[in-house]
């Protein structure tokens, strides 16, 4: 699908200036969207914020692939007010050392949104200021969202799966 | 045992700073929320928010559920303001299956949209009257949240969580008992509405309460993602209604407040203003709607709007398709997609990244309330005790959008 010329030029720009660590550029929806490294997430970040104007950190967030090589994707949304732009950024991380620098020294709003993707997805941000659990309780002891946790209590004997068509 | 848990004393006899928790139930909160509070005297020196009380885990319920079973699991986002995040989800869907809604679908969701933006703010203003001291203009205007509800009940059948409309359009057409009720809601309502703002706008003792409490400078809420009627206070004329417009928004004529200074006074008459505007986009499209064909209350997606009750009963398709929409067999595509509107407090935002199955693989909700909330605690050191109590009321954290 042919890009529009606004996500065009972001799509040169980031090219020029961090080469190969821009990768899969797409446009679902309208929305620009590529993948970029841990190693130069945060230098993206704050050029997006700085020359590029996308002034606003809109969310963080994390996917869970289970099976794939780096199977955590953490994403970050950005949005460009002046000239309404949004933008989508993917850094996949493996499961196994599940680490990314912290973006709240681009944006304070971030220290809240890391500290949810970490308690759900094990996501660990390094560099975050107070990095504990936000939603579940501190001794959970697991992080509820990856796909290998069941929805619901498995051992629980009183409740038939199959009546309720799951 | 997990051993990092934030300090929330010194532990020291002789210090003399109180430790104060502003527990999870209080009457000044509104909703489950904790804030461990260090007080020196009055003063708040430091404060730690705990929040995760009514986490209910609906981004992983969502992985497990069709499409039109997460319409109730978004109406407990913000639930007093649920059809908002209802018609909030059924857009992401419509984007996600690249849908249009016929204009008389839009207008009638914006009418909702807008009552329950009413009844968002009806919340917000009066709970900070309230916890100023005055009671009285709480009570005259959650009258008109009630009206709010039976326009609410008359078409979709509830009240608070509402699970109105579907993938499409609405499951029912308004009824001339909906539009009568609309038509004196729009009589009555500015007539208490300048009832409410004679008791508080010019009060002295309201304005010497709220008044230059709580400043916020566009940087710092910018730099802490606030979004909705808290950012627009700080001066930003950023709304989600304006900028990505979505149903039919950019067809309707109205203005966004913006505040200087941020403090609670300025969020108090940005909400206040922005119910006025929402009592005229209403008025318009209930005048566009006149000009609109009538009858239509839904699109045309037979894969996931339930076909009339006749039909099913007489049409081997209907049938068909009524089976297979309930027992959730049909996939929906492979793709990405981020939408957002403008809720109540801010920008909603539903991520929902979808397999080619019948249930999303992931579903996020970008909530205001858990983003504007973060900047709480940091903003309350220093601050007096009782003003931090009502910057909390002013920013508006409904508890089951905090913690989703």
């Known amino acids: 699908m042919e890009e529009t010329t606004l996500n065009n030029d972001i799509h040169t720009k980031l090219t020029e200036k961090f080469g190969e660590k821009v990768t899969a550029v797409s446009e679902p929806y309208g929305l620009l969207t590529f993948v970029t490294y841990k190693d130069v997430i945060v230098n993206v970040l704050s050029h997006l914020k700085d020359e590029l104007k996308f002034n606003f950190l809109t969310d963080i967030t994390a996917v869970h692939y289970p099976g794939q090589d780096h199977g955590i994707a953490v994403v970050y949304h950005l949005n460009n007010m002046v000239e309404r732009v949004r933008i989508r950024i993917k850094v996949f991380i493996s499961e196994q050392n599940p680490t990314i620098p912290t973006a709240t020294t681009v944006w304070k709003g971030a220290n809240w949104m890391e500290r949810e993707t970490y308690d759900l997805f094990g996501v660990k941000f390094e560099g975050h200021p107070d990095l504990r659990r936000i939603l579940n309780m501190d001794d959970l002891g697991v992080h509820p969202m990856l796909k290998q946790y069941p929805l619901e209590d498995p051992n629980r004997v009183d409740k038939k799966d199959e009546f309720f068509g799951r | 045992m997990n051993h990092n848990h934030p300090v929330y004393t010194d532990n020291d006899p002789q210090s003399e700073l109180v430790t104060l928790n502003l527990g999870p139930t209080h009457p000044a909160t509104h909703g489950v929320f904790q804030n461990v509070l260090q007080l020196d005297g009055e003063r708040i020196v430091s404060g730690v928010s705990t929040i995760g009380y009514i986490h209910r885990a609906f981004e992983k319920i969502a992985e497990h559920r069709p499409f039109y079973q997460i319409t109730p699991l978004t109406d407990r986002l913000n639930y007093c303001s649920s059809p908002i995040n209802n018609m909030g989800w059924h857009m992401t869907v419509e984007k996600l299956l690249n849908i249009q809604m016929p204009k008389r679908v839009d207008y009638l969701r914006v009418i909702i949209m807008e009552l329950s933006r009413i009844a968002d703010h009806i919340i917000c203003n009066t709970i900070i009257g309230q916890d100023t001291g005055a009671t009285t203009t709480f009570l005259y205007l959650f009258q008109f949240r009630e009206h ?257």
């Not at chain 2, 009524?322 to 109540?344: L, Q």
């Open chain 2, 148 to 404: 709010i509800y039976e326009i609410f009940e008359e078409v979709c059948g509830a009240r608070l969580t509402t699970n109105i409309g579907r993938i499409g359009g609405f499951e029912r057409d308004f009824n001339d008992i909906a539009f009568a009720k609309i038509n004196k809601f729009l009589k009555e309502f500015p007539v208490a509405l300048k009832e409410f703002e004679n008791l508080l706008t010019r009060n002295r003792i309201f304005i010497d309460r709220t008044a230059g409490v709580a400043e916020v400078t566009k940087e710092a809420a910018l730099e802490y993602s606030w979004t909705g009627p808290l950012l627009r206070a700080a001066g930003v004329d950023y709304d989600v209604r304006v900028a990505d417009p979505y149903s039919s928004y950019q067809d309707f004529d109205f203005e966004i407040p913006v505040g200087t200074s941020g403090d609670i006074y300025d969020r108090y008459l940005v909400r206040d203003e922005e119910m006025w505007q929402s009592l005229r986009i209403i008025e318009q499209a209930l005048l566009k709607l006149k000009t609109e064909e009538k009858g239509v209350f839904h699109a045309d997606v037979p894969d996931f709007y339930l076909p009339p009750k006749q039909e099913v009963y007489n049409n081997m398709e209907a049938l068909i398709y009524h089976f297979k929409i309930v027992m959730g067999e049909i996939d929906a595509p492979k793709a990405e997609v981020y939408h957002a509107v403008e809720g109540g407090n801010g920008e909603l935002g539903f991520y929902l990244i979808n397999d080619g199955g019948r249930t999303p693989y992931r579903l996020h909700f970008r909530r205001p309330s858990f983003i504007n909330y973060q900047m709480f605690a940091p903003m309350s050191e220093g601050m007096l005790l009782s003003d931090a109590i009502i910057n909390m009321s002013s920013m508006n954290i409904i508890a089951g959008e905090l913690d989703a």
